[in-house]
């Protein structure tokens, strides 16, 4: 296919619908009696179903943290790990096709070991039953199928829906990647996704807004990526919780459209909802340059007649934070954590205090964060001034291109001549070792030691690249990343150290200069990458799931509430930090994404048992010690429901929606914690799970395992349809007979009450169809 003449007459199904968004504002407008409004909400209210109902209390202090919106989004992402539950649960609906356009994306299943030819061979041969699956849907239902080496979900998206005031929804909490291009874009699970997929309004409370003031500008060694692993180490991984970021001030005019992608995708690391950029004029160099200048011209009129793509002067922000470029300093984030911020020049001493390996074991750039053509064409900067005084990669390096556009663009370029002349494996177009995907030679999963990657990943909890728990991954800039990999030594600081030449002559880097854009343009590269970008649904295509798969397994609707106050046991305690990857882990399992069952065998395996200490460990009330899973089945079929209890930010991390799916399928009730990370909680109401948070943090310390939880006011809570929030009060009854009272809070609306009287939100959504 030639997408020179295919993209042009495809552009109208891609651009925001800006004419109704635009009245819908006028109509917003009228209801907030012309309060000024930030970027974030004009987007976000403009896509109302009904603003005179969300927005009844007329005044954003009684909206903001505090209203439930009915939003009606643009369209959907799916990424080949999550799509396959979200596909499952949308099949059980039982529509012809979807009611907003959509998109699967193969990319988190793809291997990275030995670079694209021989990784995608074996990645297509290992996961041709979920490839096919996920195509006979996209043909079903006329979603567009973007097939494995096509690219990574949020590049992809960024290059080809994402636009200044669209609204979309993805199965991945790194879609905020697409509001560097202006847009409002969510992560979240399956079960949201089905609601947009069916025309179901999606439900989120008002997010509270949150100002970044970026002052002066960025120069230098400072890219995108040092903009928000700082503020990471500013705010921290709950920071952003409840909030969306908007960025602003004369800073942003430094920055790329690719790099305010970069920003917006990392404020999933500080819990943002999503984060957004108003509208500029890197924005409209990267719509034109990839084929999209009649939407640049759309959004060009729209937002000068209306000031649609833009907070209106004097809006307000619950927050504000200034950040000024000029004095910003490159930071290494981790490991561990991604809001464990260090600024470069102080790495080495932190090194030695942490104990930290001196030595670096490997570096690695690209990902869904760094993978643009200026971020690459910089990396390359470096690499060719080390080149050219005879300096080779001291520990291996590899490349993910994130998208075939990309990858094809800087071949044409040399980019990957370069690379690969330097030591470099250039990966597949892909997730490969960001998800776990990294079939690693040199350390193994199993070793014991200790050993440090610098990554321009987003992500880095324990065992996320390669499978190894003792692996810390350092997040940087893919600069950084690039210069360590000629030191290997973690004291290095590229800004100010020099390396030993074999002549005895210092060498010292200078900073690293890119091209924000190829200056021959993009180029699309193979045409068998490509989908059909205008795909009608086929009803006649059958979807094969067959009862043997060990891959793919039809769902059983959960059961519905019974109308009972619910009495469950701690099942566990968890101690400390508890993210999707504890909860849900990927690697291995990532091949189980479609199989409920087989993948519940993983429900919190990574998680500490706070009484013992242990890993995946928990107790029977007879003492008898189990893996987590293997209690959680037995005490099922015991039909002994169970809850677990937890301390912050239960849930971090990803939209993995498995992480509430499985629970609930081995029996849990109800999950208890100190507070919950947004997707995470939202994913359990869908599942018909129970979220509560301690109205007092302290009787996390009163509770142990075996202990009964049982709701006294649940049946009071429901009848008045959850009232939005409120407390629910718990009768604890100790293994020793004692009782007492404590008091929890939940933050169920009426649909969400619903969803849990039905059992899930699909149950929910099954019967409104067949009422
Ligand atoms: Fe993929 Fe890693 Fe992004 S898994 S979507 S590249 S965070």
Redesign the pocket.
């Known amino acids: 296919a030639n997408l020179s003449t295919i993209i042009p007459s495809q552009l109208q199904a891609r651009t925001p619908p800006y004419a109704k968004l635009v009245s819908k504002l006028s109509q917003v407008k009228e209801i907030l009696n012309n309060q000024p409004l930030t970027l974030a909400e004009k987007i976000l209210y403009s896509h109302l179903l009904n603003p005179a109902e969300s927005l009844k209390h007329g005044n954003l202090s009684q909206i903001r943290g505090l209203e439930y919106l009915k939003l009606s989004p643009d369209r959907v992402a799916m990424?080949d790990a999550s799509a396959q539950m979200a596909l499952l649960q949308f099949m059980t609906c039982g529509l012809p096709s979807t009611a907003v356009p959509a998109s699967i994306h193969c990319?988190?299943l793809i291997v990275g070991k030995d670079g694209e030819s021989k990784d995608l061979k074996s990645s297509i041969a290992t996961n041709k039953e979920v490839f096919d699956f996920l195509q006979s849907c996209g043909e079903k239902y006329g979603i567009q199928f973007w097939g494995p080496g096509s690219g990574?979900?949020?590049q992809i998206v960024l290059e080809n829906f994402s636009a200044p005031g669209l609204m979309m929804l993805g199965t991945?909490s790194?879609t905020p990647n697409a509001g560097g291009l202006g847009a409002i874009a969510i992560g979240v699970g399956g079960a949201d996704a089905v609601d947009a997929l069916t025309g179901t309004p999606w439900e989120l409370k008002a997010p509270k807004i949150m100002g970044v003031h970026l002052k002066g500008q960025l120069n230098g060694w400072c890219t995108p990526k040092d903009i928000i692993t700082y503020l990471a180490g500013e705010l921290t991984v709950r920071g952003g919780t409840g909030y969306i970021v908007e960025y602003f001030g004369e800073g942003v005019k430094s920055l790329s459209c690719t790099g305010m992608a970069t920003i917006c995708n990392m404020g999933a690391e500080i819990g943002a909802t999503t984060s957004t950029f108003p509208y500029q004029e890197a924005h409209k160099r990267y719509l034109i340059s990839t084929h999209r200048g009649a939407i640049a011209e759309a959004a060009d009129e729209v937002n000068s007649k209306f000031g649609f793509l833009q907070a209106d002067a004097n809006a307000s922000y619950d927050k504000i934070v200034e950040i000024d470029l000029d004095k910003l300093e490159p930071h290494v984030n981790g490991p561990f954590t991604p809001d464990l911020s260090t600024p470069i020049s102080q790495f080495g001493a932190a090194t030695k205090e942490n104990q930290w390996p001196e030595k670096l074991s490997a570096g690695l750039i690209g990902?869904?964060?760094n993978s643009s053509y200026q971020d690459m064409s910089r990396s390359i900067s470096l690499i060719k001034q080390a080149e050219a005084a005879g300096l080779k990669p001291k520990i291996p390096f590899f490349v993910t291109p994130g998208s075939e556009q990309i990858r094809a663009t800087i071949e044409r370029d040399g980019l990957i001549d370069t690379f690969q002349d330097n030591g470099a494996i250039v990966l597949a177009n892909a997730?490969g070792p960001?998800?776990g995907q990294w079939d690693r030679v040199d350390i193994s999963k199993s070793s014991q030691e200790t050993n440090a990657i610098f990554t321009s990943?987003?992500?880095n909890f324990r065992a996320r690249n390669d499978g190894n728990r003792n692996t810390m991954n350092f997040l940087t800039s893919p600069d950084i990343v690039t210069a360590m990999i000629y030191s290997g030594d973690m004291n290095f600081n590229p800004m100010k150290d020099s390396i030993k030449l074999p002549n005895g002559e210092d060498f010292k880097f200078q900073p690293p200069q890119g091209a924000e854009l190829p200056g021959k343009g993009f180029i699309p590269g193979r045409a068998e990458f490509y989908p059909d970008l205008a795909p009608q649904p086929h009803p006649e295509v059958e979807i094969n799931v067959s009862p043997e798969s060990t891959r793919l397994q039809l769902l059983e609707p959960f059961k519905p509430w019974n109308g009972e106050e619910l009495k469950t046991s701690v099942l566990l305690k968890v101690e400390g930090k508890c993210t999707t990857d504890h909860i849900s882990a990927a690697g291995v399992w990532l091949k189980y994404k479609g199989h409920l069952e087989n993948i519940s065998y993983n429900t919190l395996i990574g998680a500490q048992n706070k009484e013992t200490g242990e890993v995946n460990t928990a107790y029977d009330l007879d003492g008898s010690k189990h893996t987590i899973p293997e209690l959680m089945i037995k005490w099922k079929n015991q039909n002994k429901p169970w809850n677990v209890v937890a301390e912050h930010n239960y849930g971090e991390g990803s939209a993995r929606e498995h992480a509430a799916l499985s629970p609930k399928f081995l029996g849990g009730e109800m999950i208890l914690v100190k507070s919950f990370a947004r997707i995470h909680e939202t994913n359990l109401k869908k599942q018909g799970m129970l979220p509560l948070t301690f109205a007092n943090e302290a009787d996390y310390d009163r509770i142990s395992s075996g202990d009964v939880l049982e709701t006294v006011n649940l049946r009071d809570m429901i009848a008045k349809d959850g009232n939005n929030g409120g407390v629910v009060t718990l009768r604890v009854t100790k293994t020793n007979g004692e009782t007492f009272e404590i008091q929890t809070k939940h933050t169920m609306s009426k649909d969400q009450i619903d969803f849990f009287k039905a059992g899930s939100a699909i149950n929910h959504i099954g019967n409104l169809r067949r009422a």
């Open positions: 990424q990319d988190h990574i979900i949020h991945d790194h990902s869904c964060t997730c960001c998800i990943f987003n992500r």
